[in-house]
């Protein structure tokens, strides 16, 4: 396992009990909506949720008592696929909010549970590609530039 803690690029609801996104910052998300005005190809098959975000593939721990925690902290694309109903709620929501406490798996899809707002997704998985290689930072997201801008990029890192 490399030292980032990231042994691949792209991983799906498979692999839920492996993820978590305690203090995954949000960057921008997005309601995509299937397109059928061609039915023999459409743009996706299926409506999705996606969010633009940093994820913690590694927390490390301080050597000495006073030392801050440092963390691994890589771009990615979170899509939810196959999405019946999205349930927004918002009770305050400034940029500081935009950090995901964590994600839970619920009957017939997933709930986003952030810093002041919830968000329930029925859908059928999940795909989250990593776009670049984990860093090695003090802070527990990146700055836009080292990120590389916003993002729904599904296009993977070379891990």
């Keep these: 396992m490399p030292e980032h803690g990231l042994s691949r690029p792209v991983w799906t609801e ?3 009990a492996r993820l978590g996104w305690h ?5 921008a998300f997005d309601v995509q909506r299937a397109d059928y005005s061609n ?7 299926t409506d999705r949720v996606v969010l633009d975000l940093d994820y913690i593939t590694r927390r490390v721990e301080p050597r000495r008592g006073r030392d801050p925690f440092t963390f691994w902290v890589a771009p990615c694309t979170l899509v939810f696929a196959g999405v019946t109903e999205l ?3 918002v009770r305050t929501l400034g940029i500081e909010d935009l950090e995901i406490a964590e994600i839970h798996a619920v009957n017939g899809g997933w709930h986003v549970e952030g ?8 859908a059928t998985g999940f795909t989250q590609t990593f776009r670049r290689i984990p860093v090695h930072i003090e802070a ?3 700055d836009l530039a080292a990120r590389g801008g916003y993002s729904y990029s599904e296009v993977p890192a070379a891990i």
């Design 115 to 122: 810093y002041g707002f919830d968000m329930k997704v029925a």
């Design 23 to 27: 203090d995954a910052t949000i960057w």
């Design 140 to 142: 527990q997201g990146l």
């Design 87 to 89: 349930v927004l709620d």
């Design 14 to 16: 498979r692999d839920f």
């Design 39 to 45: 039915l023999d190809t459409p743009t996706w098959p």
